[in-house]
């Protein structure tokens, strides 16, 4: 919502990639697509590659060649969010480690749970997960996307 006209490329098993594509994302790829990126740089408008990894589940600890995935001369950023593995991030990648509790400490950040609630009354913000109204909130049905 904060960027529409991004393109959303993420790498998942097969399985999920549907429910990826429900939440915004613009393309899937195989896992197997960040040991070798040529399909994830031919996705790009350009075909120079991404400007940005937002890694999720620390998945370049395991498999780094996604680096190359990065336009050689975009901004180049890589966004952990924390998990606790440790990441070699390759020289020339501006690298940023985040986590949840982080948002309280941006501009207007104590106001962001009062506005994810407002998104997700509307419907404009979609949980990654099913969730059933229980009461006077919400209650995940499953954890099979991560």
């Not at 070798?36 to 998945?59: E, F």
């Not at 606790?84 to 962001?112: H, W």
Request: one cysteine or more; glycine letters at 6%; charged letters at 20%.
């Amino acid at each position: 919502m904060s960027l529409p006209s991004a393109t959303i490329l993420t790498t998942s098993s097969a399985k999920h990639h549907a429910h990826l594509v429900s939440l915004g994302a613009n393309h899937c790829f195989e896992r197997s697509a960040q040991d070798d990126t040529s399909a994830i740089k031919a996705a790009t408008s350009d075909g120079a590659g991404v400007d940005a990894i937002l890694d999720a589940v620390s998945a370049t600890a395991d498999q780094p060649a996604v680096f190359s995935a990065l336009n050689s001369i975009g901004p180049k950023i890589y966004v952990q969010v924390f998990s606790g593995l440790k990441v070699e991030v390759p020289a020339g990648i501006n690298s940023t480690i985040v986590m949840g509790r982080q948002v309280f400490d941006a501009e207007s950040g104590m106001q962001a749970m009062a506005r994810l609630e407002s998104l997700l009354e509307s419907w404009k913000y979609r949980l990654p997960v099913k969730v059933e109204v229980v009461g006077k909130g919400m209650v995940p049905l499953s954890r099979e996307w991560i």
